[in-house]
């Protein structure tokens, strides 16, 4: 078998090297016929085009397609670079409309800090906060304001909206704030329009719920949550938030300041009320004309 494979091998290789020889020999004719610059080799040219071309029309189909394929990859990949380029972009967007959000909420706030109407008896004083607690059982933050502001222990504190918390702990320069969800807050509330008396308590969670409800059967989710005024924590009538009912069927508030984004916080000053202690005072009568005395007894005759 190894002698019949060498005497193949013998045949072939000539046949192999005359026929490369008679294609580059076709080759090198060819090029040369293209080189001459002749009026009678023009004109074969051209004949020799018309005659061949157009019976080679099914050998340029697949390089028509094959062009077609690269033409069609190469706009694909311009699209997708275009597409990248536009994915750039509105991740730009984004950013810039999540900061165009935040500067349209913080100017919402200091102009309802600047436009909110409470009680002509109630001033406030606004401060920016600084820092909160961080801490899963204490929930507070830390204002700019202090005793220089004129900011007592106790003082309501709101975002504008909602009510916030109460003043516990003022420095000369800061104070801090103990928030309506720590646990250790305890403000009572009235519930509109049932006009009942209840007690918000603090549990660390945005949703605190109420308890002692006077009659609880008068109370429907969405109902406005305001401070009563009772016990002189906080002044009457300051929106706390609205009701709602938890997975667990217990009322909770609906808290109406945005504890997410806490930026400013208006410190109400509050100096209470003055107290009656005389009841009589209240109370204005004429004062009666004087009566003559009433006549005593004559004395008798004799009488020494």
């Known amino acids: 078998m190894a002698r019949d494979r060498g005497q193949s091998e013998e045949?072939?290789?000539?046949?192999?090297?005359?026929?490369?020889?008679?294609?580059m020999l076709f080759l090198i004719g060819l090029f040369l016929l293209w080189r001459i610059d002749s009026p009678r080799v023009e004109r074969l040219r051209a004949n020799l085009v018309d005659r061949v071309?157009?019976?080679?029309?099914?050998?340029?189909?697949?390089?028509?397609?094959?062009?077609?394929?690269?033409?069609?990859?190469?706009?694909?990949?311009?699209?997708?670079?275009?597409?990248?380029?536009?994915?750039?972009?509105?991740?730009?967007?984004?950013?810039?409309?999540?900061?165009?959000?935040?500067?349209?909420q913080e100017n919402a706030r200091l102009l309802d800090l600047n436009n909110v109407r409470l009680?002509?008896?109630?001033?406030?004083?606004?401060?920016?906060?600084?820092a909160d607690s961080g801490?899963?059982?204490?929930?507070?933050?830390?204002?700019?304001?202090?005793?220089?502001d004129g900011v007592l222990d106790g003082w309501a504190a709101m975002d504008g909206i909602g009510l916030v918390g109460r003043i516990s702990g003022v420095g000369n320069q800061t104070s801090r704030v103990i928030l309506l969800t720590d646990t250790n807050s305890r403000i009572p509330v009235t519930i509109q329009p049932s006009g009942q008396r209840a007690l918000m308590v603090g549990?660390?969670?945005?949703?605190?719920?109420?308890?002692?409800?006077?009659?609880?059967?008068?109370?429907?989710?969405?109902?406005?949550?305001?401070?009563?005024?009772?016990?002189?924590?906080?002044?009457?009538?300051?929106?706390v938030g609205h009701?709602?009912?938890?997975?667990?069927?217990?009322?909770?508030?609906?808290?109406?300041?945005?504890?997410?984004?806490?930026?400013?916080?208006?410190?109400?000053?509050s100096h209470g009320t003055e107290a009656v202690?005389?009841?009589g005072a209240l109370v204005v009568t004429n004062p009666l004309p004087p009566q003559p005395a009433a006549p005593g007894p004559e004395p008798e005759e004799g009488d020494g």
């Open 277 to 279: 202690t005389d009841p």
């Open 53 to 104: 071309v157009p019976s080679f029309e099914w050998a340029l189909v697949p390089v028509t397609r094959v062009s077609q394929m690269i033409e069609g990859f190469q706009s694909y990949a311009r699209i997708y670079e275009q597409n990248q380029e536009l994915r750039r972009e509105l991740q730009q967007m984004k950013a810039w409309k999540e900061a165009a959000t935040q500067l349209e």
């Open 11 to 23: 045949y072939t290789r000539p046949i192999r090297r005359i026929l490369v020889g008679i294609l």
């Open 119 to 130: 009680d002509a008896r109630l001033s406030y004083v606004s401060g920016v906060v600084l």
């Open 243 to 269: 009701v709602a009912q938890g997975n667990d069927r217990r009322l909770r508030v609906r808290l109406a300041a945005d504890y997410e984004r806490l930026e400013f916080l208006r410190v109400l000053r």
């Open 203 to 239: 549990d660390n969670t945005i949703f605190p719920p109420i308890d002692f409800i006077e009659l609880p059967d008068l109370v429907r989710p969405g109902d406005r949550v305001v401070s009563s005024g009772d016990g002189g924590v906080f002044p009457a009538g300051l929106l």
């Open 135 to 148: 801490s899963p059982f204490r929930q507070s933050v830390l204002l700019n304001i202090g005793k220089r």
